[in-house]
C-alpha cells in the first residue's frame, strides 16, 4: 500500500487534477492520498494559502474584505467548473469559510490556522467529488476522523504518538481515501497547521500511520538536484540519497521536501519517492535507509541565508564551570532557540535564525549575556549563509575539507565558521551572504567535475 501526497502545483487547477486522476489510476497499490491547497499555476500566482492568510488578515468583529474572500473561492470554481463538477459544492466552499470565520473570529491565531488549513480541507473535497465522478471508490477523511491528534500551538503543530493506531484503523477502509495535508486537531478541539508546506508532514505520518510501502511525494520537479537549480544550471539528478543526506538538504535550504517531514518515515524506514506529477515516467528521487556508496563521497551541496551569529569573548572562558549552560539558558527563557554553537578557547557563537533577533530583543538578550555572564567582548554578526557539503561517503574519504576550503578561497569567500557534526554526513561552512552563490558554484565544480555523466 502507498501513500501519495500531491503538493500545491500538483492540484492547482483542472488541468492538474487529471493528471492527478491519471496517475493514481496507474497504480491500484495508491490508497491514500494526501493534497496540498492549489498552489501556483503559473510564475507570479498566487497560492491559495497566501490568500487564506490575506482573507484572515482583513477579518475584524463584524466583516472582513469581500473581495479577499473571492480571491479565494474564485480558486475552487475555476476548478469546480473547468471540471464540470456538481456547482452545489462552491456553496460548501463558501459555507465552510464563512463557518471558520464566524468561528474563529475574536482569535486571531485560531483564525489564521482555520483559514490556512480550509486550503487543503476544502481541495480534498473537491479532488473527492473529481474522483467519484469518475466512478473511483472514494472517501473524503477529515484529519480528524483520520486521527491526525496534534499539539495545540498554531502554526506549529507537532503530531501527538497516540495518532498512529487511530491513523492505522484507516487501513481497512474500502477504496481510495483522500485526506487533506497540513493540519491536525489538538485535544481542545483546535484546528492547528503544521508549519509552512507541512503537507508533506501529512503525508509521511499518513504513511508511518499505515505502515505503506512507500511514500510518494509528487511535485513538479523530476527529481531532487544536487544542488539548487538557482544557483548552478541544470545539476546532476539524485537518483538514492538516504534519510539523513536528505535531512541535512533539507535543513540548509532544499526545499522540495519538508525537513520535518522525514522523522514519521524514518522511524518505520518507509522509503520516500519524490517524483513529477507533469512527468510521472521519470523515475524521480528515491529516500531510503540506506543506499550503496557509489565512490562518490558528495552527494549534495545546500545553502541558505537567513542567519546570524552571536560572537562572545572572555578570558578563560574555558575554565568556567558552566559559561555555555549560563548562556544557552539566557537564549532559552528569551524563547530564542539556537542552531550551532561554535566554540574556542576563550570564545563561543552561538548562530541562530536571524528573524528572532529583532530590535528590542536583541538589546535585551546582548544586555543580560554581558551582566549575567560578565563578558569581554560582544556583538552580533549578521548575513551570514550556512552551506552543507553533504555525503555518506564523507566520513571515509580523506580530503573533503581541503577540497572544500580551496573551492571557497577559489570564489573568494571569507569563511566565517566550520562545522561538523559527529555523524560526518556533512560539513558546514558560514559565509557572508553576499558570497554564497559564488561559493557554492565552486564547490559544485570541485566535487561535481563537467565530465562526469549523470
Ligand atoms: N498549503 C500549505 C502551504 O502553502 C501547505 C503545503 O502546501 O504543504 O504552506
Same mark, same amino acid.
Given at each position: 500500500?502507498?501513500?501519495?501526497?500531491?503538493?500545491?502545483?500538483?492540484?492547482?487547477?483542472?488541468?492538474?487534477?487529471? #493528471?492527478?486522476?491519471?496517475? *493514481?489510476?496507474?497504480?491500484?497499490?495508491?490508497?491514500?492520498?494526501?493534497?496540498?491547497?492549489?498552489? #501556483?499555476?503559473?510564475?507570479?500566482?498566487?497560492?491559495?494559502?497566501?490568500?487564506?492568510?490575506?482573507?484572515?488578515?482583513?477579518?475584524?468583529?463584524?466583516?472582513?474584505?469581500?473581495?479577499?474572500?473571492?480571491?479565494?473561492?474564485?480558486?475552487?470554481? &475555476?476548478?469546480?467548473?473547468?471540471?464540470?463538477?456538481?456547482?452545489?459544492?462552491?456553496?460548501?466552499?463558501?459555507?465552510?469559510?464563512?463557518?471558520?470565520?464566524?468561528?474563529?473570529?475574536?482569535?486571531? &491565531?485560531?483564525?489564521?490556522?482555520?483559514?490556512?488549513?480550509?486550503?487543503?480541507?476544502?481541495?480534498?473535497?473537491?479532488?473527492?467529488?473529481?474522483?467519484?465522478?469518475?466512478?473511483?471508490?472514494?472517501?473524503?477523511?477529515?484529519?480528524?476522523?483520520?486521527?491526525?491528534?496534534?499539539?495545540?500551538?498554531? %502554526?506549529?503543530?507537532?503530531?501527538?504518538?497516540?495518532?498512529?493506531?487511530?491513523?492505522?484503523?484507516?487501513?481497512?477502509?474500502?477504496? *481510495? *481515501? $483522500?485526506?487533506? %495535508?497540513?493540519?491536525?486537531?489538538?485535544?481542545?478541539?483546535?484546528?492547528?497547521?503544521?508549519?509552512?508546506?507541512?503537507?508533506?508532514?501529512?503525508?509521511?505520518?499518513?504513511?508511518?500511520?499505515?505502515?505503506?510501502?512507500?511514500?510518494?511525494?509528487?511535485?513538479?520537479?523530476?527529481?531532487?538536484?544536487?544542488?539548487?537549480?538557482?544557483?548552478?544550471?541544470?545539476?546532476?539528478?539524485?537518483?538514492?540519497?538516504?534519510?539523513?543526506?536528505?535531512?541535512?538538504?533539507?535543513?540548509?535550504?532544499?526545499?522540495?521536501?519538508? !525537513?520535518?517531514?522525514?522523522?514519521?518515515?524514518?522511524?518505520?524506514?518507509?522509503?520516500?519517492? $519524490?517524483?513529477?506529477?507533469?512527468?510521472?515516467?521519470?523515475?524521480?528521487?528515491?529516500?531510503?535507509?540506506?543506499?550503496?556508496?557509489?565512490?562518490?563521497?558528495?552527494?549534495?551541496?545546500?545553502?541558505?541565508?537567513?542567519?546570524?551569529?552571536?560572537?562572545?569573548?572572555?578570558?578563560?572562558?574555558?575554565?568556567?564551570?558552566?559559561?555555555?549552560?549560563?548562556?544557552?539558558?539566557? *537564549?532559552? &527563557?528569551?524563547?530564542?532557540?539556537?542552531?550551532?554553537?561554535?566554540?574556542?578557547?576563550?570564545?563561543?557563537?552561538?548562530?541562530?535564525?536571524?528573524?528572532?533577533?529583532?530590535?528590542?530583543?536583541?538589546?535585551?538578550?546582548?544586555?543580560?549575556?554581558?551582566?549575567?555572564?560578565?563578558? !569581554? &567582548?560582544?556583538?552580533?554578526?549578521?548575513?551570514?549563509?550556512?552551506?552543507?557539503?553533504?555525503?555518506?561517503?564523507?566520513?571515509?574519504?580523506?580530503?573533503?575539507?581541503?577540497?572544500?576550503?580551496?573551492?571557497?578561497?577559489?570564489?573568494?569567500?571569507?569563511?566565517?565558521?566550520?562545522?561538523?557534526?559527529?555523524?560526518?554526513?556533512?560539513?558546514?561552512?558560514?559565509?557572508?551572504?553576499?558570497? $554564497?552563490?559564488?561559493?557554492?558554484?565552486?564547490?559544485?565544480?570541485?566535487?561535481?567535475?563537467? #565530465?562526469?555523466?549523470?
Amino acid at each position: 500500500m502507498k501513500v501519495v501526497k500531491f503538493g500545491g502545483s500538483s492540484v492547482a487547477s483542472a488541468s492538474q487534477y487529471k #493528471k492527478v486522476a491519471a496517475i *493514481l489510476a496507474a497504480d491500484p497499490e495508491r490508497k491514500a492520498v494526501v493534497v496540498s491547497a492549489p498552489g #501556483k499555476r503559473h510564475e507570479g500566482d498566487t497560492k491559495t494559502t497566501d490568500l487564506l492568510i490575506r482573507l484572515a488578515e482583513s477579518v475584524d468583529d463584524k466583516s472582513f474584505n469581500e473581495e479577499a474572500f473571492q480571491a479565494v473561492t474564485a480558486r475552487y470554481r &475555476d476548478i469546480v467548473e473547468d471540471l464540470e463538477l456538481d456547482v452545489s459544492l462552491m456553496t460548501e466552499v463558501e459555507a465552510h469559510l464563512h463557518e471558520v470565520i464566524s468561528f474563529y473570529r475574536h482569535s486571531k &491565531d485560531r483564525l489564521l490556522d482555520g483559514l490556512k488549513a480550509s486550503g487543503e480541507d476544502l481541495n480534498a473535497k473537491v479532488m473527492t467529488a473529481y474522483l467519484k465522478s469518475l466512478g473511483r471508490e472514494v472517501t473524503y477523511v477529515s484529519p480528524r476522523k483520520a486521527g491526525m491528534i496534534v499539539t495545540d500551538e498554531p %502554526g506549529n503543530a507537532q503530531i501527538l504518538p497516540e495518532a498512529y493506531p487511530e491513523i492505522a484503523k484507516l487501513r481497512d477502509h474500502p477504496g *481510495l *481515501l $483522500v485526506i487533506p %495535508g497540513f493540519f491536525g486537531y489538538s485535544y481542545e478541539g483546535n484546528i492547528v497547521t503544521f508549519p509552512r508546506g507541512g503537507s508533506d508532514i501529512t503525508g509521511s505520518i499518513i504513511a508511518a500511520g499505515l505502515d505503506a510501502t512507500e511514500y510518494e511525494n509528487f511535485t513538479d520537479v523530476d527529481s531532487i538536484y544536487c544542488v539548487s537549480p538557482k544557483m548552478v544550471q541544470q545539476p546532476r539528478e539524485l537518483k538514492e540519497l538516504t534519510y539523513r543526506e536528505m535531512r541535512e538538504l533539507a535543513y540548509s535550504g532544499f526545499s522540495v521536501f519538508h !525537513d520535518e517531514a522525514l522523522q514519521p518515515v524514518v522511524q518505520k524506514r518507509i522509503p520516500v519517492c $519524490v517524483k513529477n506529477t507533469n512527468r510521472p515516467e521519470a523515475p524521480g528521487t528515491r529516500i531510503v535507509h540506506e543506499r550503496k556508496l557509489d565512490g562518490r563521497p558528495v552527494i549534495g551541496i545546500a545553502s541558505d541565508e537567513g542567519f546570524c551569529s552571536i560572537n562572545i569573548t572572555k578570558y578563560l572562558m574555558n575554565r568556567e564551570l558552566g559559561f555555555g549552560r549560563k548562556l544557552l539558558a539566557i *537564549l532559552e &527563557d528569551e524563547g530564542i532557540s539556537y542552531e550551532h554553537t561554535p566554540s574556542g578557547i576563550d570564545n563561543m557563537s552561538v548562530i541562530l535564525r536571524d528573524h528572532q533577533l529583532y530590535n528590542g530583543q536583541e538589546k535585551r538578550v546582548l544586555d543580560r549575556i554581558r551582566k549575567e555572564l560578565k563578558v !569581554d &567582548d560582544l556583538y552580533v554578526e549578521r548575513d551570514l549563509a550556512m552551506i552543507m557539503v553533504v555525503g555518506e561517503g564523507m566520513n571515509q574519504t580523506v580530503g573533503i575539507a581541503s577540497k572544500a576550503t580551496t573551492a571557497l578561497a577559489e570564489a573568494g569567500a571569507n569563511i566565517k565558521m566550520i562545522n561538523q557534526g559527529s555523524s560526518e554526513v556533512s560539513m558546514m561552512f558560514g559565509v557572508n551572504v553576499k558570497d $554564497v552563490k559564488r561559493a557554492v558554484q565552486s564547490l559544485y565544480r570541485i566535487y561535481f567535475p563537467v #565530465k562526469e555523466t549523470v
